[in-house]
């Protein structure tokens, strides 16, 4: 131990967590090549197998739907998860994989919503995110219409939208309003940088958090899983009680 650890503490665990704490990971991009995740079949092999060796058990892969972007749809998002689950089988990873979406709410998704055909995982669980830019200005109506039918909103990585840094009344407000959080594990771990990591703090330290996700995309989201399990945020998350991840 070093003195500065012994005068302050040190932030790190001398163990890794395992991650069957979690269990279930709830937000990823593992179905290759339809939006921005892995690109082969082997890649997302490798990374199932790495995440289902620190300890999960269950993968809810989740491909972007984006109005101009990615323009996936259940037809597609469903053909690539039997194709994985069969490589999955073939491979003899014992991991459980299921699908839904990641939806931005963007001017397109209300036709998505109306045509009464969202991905939706566990009760109804419905995982959406926000532009990185501003929130779409009619986000408050987009929750209150999927609400009043029966969905259950969870914000995808509410630590990562700079654009609220600065006015955590606009999370105390969402979650008012009944909105799920979803926290990106690895902003614990710094992976976004220094001021995304404090508001997932802040979020945790807040009782704000409801699941926990991986985002997994490639390599780089790998190394960052790896390194944020001997962060003490992690731990205190996964002690609190709060998290969800189980029920799904």
């Known amino acids: 131990m070093s003195i500065f650890d012994k005068f302050f503490g040190s932030k790190k665990l001398s163990q890794q967590i395992n991650m069957a704490a979690i269990g279930t990971d709830m937000h990823s991009h593992l179905i290759p090549g339809i939006d921005d995740g892995v690109a082969s079949v082997n890649q997302s092999l490798a990374l ?121 009344k606009k999370y105390e407000e969402l979650k008012d309003r009944g909105v799920f959080f979803q926290l990106n594990v690895i902003s614990l771990g710094g992976y976004y940088d220094v001021a995304p990591q404090k508001m997932a703090e802040k979020l945790v330290d807040a009782g704000m958090i409801d699941f926990l996700g991986t985002d997994m995309h490639n390599n780089n989201y790998l190394t960052g899983l790896q390194n944020v399990r001997t962060e003490k945020y992690l731990e205190k998350i996964l002690s609190s009680g709060k998290i969800m991840n189980s029920k799904l």
């Open 48 to 168: 199932i197998r790495e995440m289902h060796d620190m300890g999960y058990s269950k993968l809810i892969t989740t491909p972007h739907i984006q109005g101009e972007v990615y323009k996936n749809t259940p037809e597609i998002i469903n053909s690539g998860l039997e194709e994985m689950r069969q490589a999955i089988k073939k491979e003899g990873i014992n991991i459980q994989l299921e699908a839904a979406a990641e939806y931005l709410l963007d001017d397109k998704f209300i036709e998505k919503f109306q045509a009464q055909n969202l991905m939706t995982f566990g009760n109804k669980y419905l995982l959406v995110e926000l532009s990185y830019f501003s929130p779409h200005p009619n986000l408050f109506n987009f929750i209150f219409d999927l609400q009043i039918d029966g969905y259950k909103v969870i914000l995808a990585h509410p630590e990562r939208y700079s654009y609220w840094f600065n006015n955590f």
